[in-house]
């Protein structure tokens, strides 16, 4: 009976040690699968193709301070503000043909005029007079406005250098292209059209890009394998049969 009795304690006793090991086996396991459910979506983000390859969202892109919020309506009113001035400029300049010496002058005498009777009758409508205050522009957004000028006009005469020496026909190709549409674009409007155009389009475009990303992507990967192909193709057939200079011959 001793016998038996230890005989059953023992194997109660290793019942409970498997069962323990199975629950931590498949506790481990349900681990390692949330592990991998949780791994499963950023792998996927990985793989997914972005519009000119960014890995950053659009609000980043765009500098992630208030200018991409102007951009990016994160503001509306401050954005509708900037988009209805814009849109007033181009009405004035280009509709009503206004001039912007005699828009200067005009407000200023209308300003000079309110303010000039405004400090002369105060004491016979019983105001305060007007505080004019004293403007004085400060230095340094000035140098730092002209030095990030000065860095990217630095910038773009270099990628004209290397443009312009032949090592990159590709890049010589594609700014060329630019070039012609931005001269044709020119001839159809004069350039007060063609910066508002612009600027309709940067508080546009990236606002509904940014809404609807993940149904323009797939468009542009499949447009972006499409040019890719014709690149090829058109690389195979007129390009490789160029003879190669010996000016680009030394510099590859």
């Given at each position: 009976?001793?016998?038996?009795?230890?005989?059953?304690?023992?194997?109660?006793?290793?019942?409970?040690?498997?069962?323990?090991?199975?629950?931590?086996?498949?506790?481990?396991?349900?681990?390692?699968?949330?592990?991998?459910?949780?791994e499963k979506p950023a792998s996927?983000?990985?793989?997914?193709?972005?519009?000119?390859?960014?890995?950053?969202?659009?609000?980043?892109?765009?500098?992630?301070?208030?200018?991409?919020?102007?951009?990016?309506?994160?503001?509306?009113?401050?954005?509708?503000?900037?988009l209805g001035g814009a849109t007033?400029?181009?009405?004035?300049?280009?509709?009503?043909?206004?001039?912007?010496?005699?828009?200067?002058?005009?407000?200023?005498?209308?300003?000079?005029?309110?303010?000039?009777?405004?400090?002369?009758?105060?004491t016979f409508i019983n105001k305060?007079?007007?505080?004019?205050?004293?403007?004085?522009?400060?230095?340094?957004?000035?140098?730092?406005?002209?030095?990030?000028?000065?860095?990217?006009?630095?910038?773009?005469?270099?990628?004209?250098?290397?443009?312009?020496?032949?090592?990159?026909?590709?890049?010589?190709?594609?700014?060329?292209?630019?070039?012609?549409?931005?001269?044709?674009?020119?001839?159809?409007?004069?350039?007060?059209?063609?910066?508002?155009?612009?600027?309709?389009?940067?508080?546009?475009?990236?606002?509904?890009?940014?809404?609807?990303?993940?149904?323009?992507?797939?468009?542009?990967?499949?447009?972006?394998?499409?040019?890719?192909?014709?690149?090829?193709?058109?690389?195979?057939?007129?390009?490789?049969?160029?003879?190669?200079?010996?000016?680009?011959?030394?510099?590859?």
């Amino acid at each position: 009976m001793a016998e038996h009795s230890e005989s059953g304690g023992v194997s109660a006793v290793m019942e409970k040690i498997s069962e323990k090991i199975q629950a931590h086996d498949s506790s481990s396991s349900s681990d390692y699968d949330s592990e991998t459910d949780s791994e499963k979506p950023a792998s996927v983000k990985a793989q997914i193709y972005r519009l000119f390859g960014r890995e950053k969202p659009v609000h980043k892109v765009f500098g992630g301070g208030k200018p991409a919020d102007v951009l990016l309506w994160r503001n509306k009113k401050i954005s509708a503000g900037f988009l209805g001035g814009a849109t007033a400029i181009w009405v004035l300049f280009e509709l009503v043909e206004y001039h912007l010496l005699t828009l200067v002058c005009h407000v200023l005498i209308l300003a000079l005029a309110i303010l000039f009777l405004w400090s002369n009758a105060h004491t016979f409508i019983n105001k305060t007079p007007p505080r004019i205050p004293e403007v004085h522009l400060p230095e340094e957004p000035f140098l730092q406005v002209a030095s990030a000028l000065r860095i990217e006009i630095n910038q773009g005469f270099a990628v004209l250098r290397n443009i312009a020496s032949g090592r990159d026909l590709k890049k010589f190709l594609i700014v060329i292209a630019g070039l012609w549409v931005l001269s044709t674009v020119g001839t159809w409007c004069n350039f007060l059209t063609l910066f508002y155009i612009s600027f309709v389009l940067l508080h546009t475009v990236p606002v509904l890009y940014e809404k609807y990303e993940d149904k323009v992507d797939p468009f542009a990967e499949k447009a972006m394998i499409e040019i890719k192909k014709q690149y090829l193709v058109f690389d195979a057939k007129v390009l490789c049969k160029i003879p190669k200079g010996p000016l680009k011959g030394k510099l590859a």
